[in-house]
């Protein structure tokens, strides 16, 4: 049996403050909640004090998010999933954002080491008035460390309920997948960021914010290995492909950043612990 851990964590508005009430099973919790912003902004950091996940492991992850509550969610560190002997390392979340709730699920970026056997998997229920901004990071492989990724293989699942889905199977041994200009074409770190209404956006604020994204891009270093895409009037979807996740959140945070201050009238100020 591997290692298994869940969490639930329930945001409300509570005399004009948003709080967050958990319960835990295993190791998997919330640190103390932050309010760097004031009482409406919560912020939360996500601590699995193993590190990572082998093959049998599963953390689960329930959030829901009351009317009008807003959560920042973040990692102290990369989410890793280690070799594993033929078994699947899971890691799952579930968010539903009630009317008029905000999320930002920001977790730093997930390793697939070499060998690992993994999915890793995050749906969003979004009810009419709620907001998201959340983002998906996945390395493969140790490159710098000289440790290809050769074996194993990393199931990717982003959904926001009955509106976008991006799912994908990363085989290490499907080098059409891995190599062709058509697939990741030799980069090793790929990503998504999502920006997301639980009702239709008009057209005006659809392209302000298509635009704030794609000005981040052209002015980038990756501007040649980034496109911005508006699916649906509901979603605006930021993919970037490079060789180092460093490249990539550098990115993501910018665009993000820039989402916050000009769409959501928010500090453009990281968490603190991406710093440390």
């Known amino acids: 049996m591997g290692w298994q851990a869940k969490l639930r964590v329930d945001y409300s508005v509570e005399s004009e ?12 919790r919330i640190l103390k909640s932050l309010y760097p912003e004031g009482d409406l902004v919560c912020h939360n950091i ?11 492991d599963e953390l689960l992850i329930d959030i829901e998010l009351q009317t009008g509550s807003h959560a920042l969610i973040t990692t102290p560190g990369a989410t890793r999933f280690y070799g594993s002997d033929a078994k699947t390392a899971l890691q799952e979340v579930h968010a539903r954002l009630h009317e008029g709730a905000s999320l930002e699920w920001l977790p730093l970026e997930a390793l697939a080491y070499n060998g690992c056997q993994a999915h890793n998997q995050a749906v969003f229920h979004m009810a009419p008035g709620s907001k998201l901004m959340a983002w998906d990071v996945t390395a493969l492989g140790l490159p710098h460390a000289d440790q290809p990724f050769v074996t194993g293989q990393f199931q990717q699942h982003l959904e926001i309920a009955n509106v976008w889905l991006e799912r994908g199977l990363v085989a290490a041994n499907d080098q059409r997948l891995l190599h062709s200009p058509l697939g990741l074409n030799g980069h090793s770190c790929q990503s998504t960021l999502v920006f997301a209404q639980g009702t239709a956006m008009d057209d005006v604020t659809r392209e302000h914010v298509v635009a ?18 508006s699916p649906d009037a509901r979603v605006v979807v930021v993919r970037v492909l490079c060789a180092q996740v460093e490249s990539a959140m550098d990115l993501l945070r910018t665009v993000w950043l820039q989402w916050r201050h000009q769409c959501w009238g928010l500090p453009a100020v990281p968490p603190r612990i991406w710093a440390m």
């Open 212 to 229: 704030l994204a794609r000005d981040v891009c052209e002015a980038h270093t990756l501007r040649l290995h980034a496109g911005v895409t």
């Open 46 to 56: 996500l601590v699995h004090p193993p590190s990572g996940l082998v093959g049998g």
């Open 17 to 28: 403050r948003c709080v967050a009430r958990h319960e835990h099973q295993g190791p998997l």
